[in-house]
């Protein structure tokens, strides 16, 4: 039996980097390991890696480490590699960091 680690969220998203896990909860908050860091996002989904948390937005933006460092997606999934971070668009297309990599996929998760 797995050991339970931590409680009480109404998340809607985990990511985990190494030791470190990342949750993203409904009412907006980032937790890293218990503690808040931050707040009043309107996420979707996050992602974690080499070192860096990432957020996707319900607007479409991506925030790492607190700051909005890219916009304009049709959201989906937002999954990460190191600095590197990939987007899963509702019409089917990847992005990495701000470039379109690929499309024609119907998918709803992209890979941590």
Do not use: H
Request: charged share 25%; proline share 0%.
């Amino acid at each position: 039996m797995e050991k339970k680690i931590d409680s009480g969220y109404k998340g809607i998203d985990i990511a985990a980097d190494g030791e470190d896990y990342y949750i993203l909860t409904a009412g907006g908050s980032v937790y890293k390991n218990s503690n808040k860091i931050e707040s009043g996002y309107k996420g979707v989904a996050i992602a974690a890696g080499g070192g860096n948390y990432y957020v996707l937005t319900d607007g479409g933006s991506v925030y790492k480490n607190g700051n909005k460092i890219d916009s304009g997606y049709v959201d989906y999934d937002i999954s990460s590699e190191g600095n590197d971070y990939y987007i899963l668009t509702e019409g089917g297309s990847v992005y990495k960091n701000s470039s379109k990599i690929e499309s024609g996929y119907v998918g709803l998760k992209i890979a941590d």
